[in-house]
């Protein structure tokens, strides 16, 4: 059984930063693109950035220049570091990972972790 576990959540003030990380376990053979995504209270969950297994990155046009998305597949873990955090960056965080658990690649979610940004 492969689980994800967030951590690094937490509350902050306005411009500044935090790191989330994601650790996956379990019976893992290999992870493709792994990602983080968010949702704030009474609105859809949407990417913030994702990044391949090559290491290519793509994030949200909000988060562009101030967040910055990286992997350390040794450790089956993926990071989030978010400098000059907003309010409106208030939501779950949930990180997501396509991983091949040895049948075939199926998309595995996080239990999200709360960020919170006081202005």
């Known amino acids: 059984q492969v689980r994800l576990v967030e951590s690094g959540g937490g509350l902050v003030q306005t411009g500044g930063s935090l790191r989330l990380s994601c650790a996956a376990s379990g019976s893992i053979v290999s992870i493709r693109t792994m990602g983080w995504y968010r949702q704030a209270p009474g609105k859809q969950r949407d990417l913030v950035a994702t990044?391949?297994?090559?290491?290519?990155?793509n994030y949200a046009d909000s988060v562009k220049g101030r967040f910055s998305i990286s992997r350390d597949d040794g450790k089956n873990t993926v990071y989030l570091q978010m400098n000059s955090l907003k309010p409106e960056d208030t939501a779950v965080y949930y990180c997501?990972?396509?991983?091949?658990?040895?049948?075939?690649?199926?998309?595995?979610w996080g239990q999200g972790t709360q960020v919170t940004v006081s202005s």
């Open positions: 990044i391949g297994s090559g290491g290519t990155t």
């Open positions: 997501n990972a396509g991983i091949h658990n040895g049948g075939y690649y199926s998309p595995y």
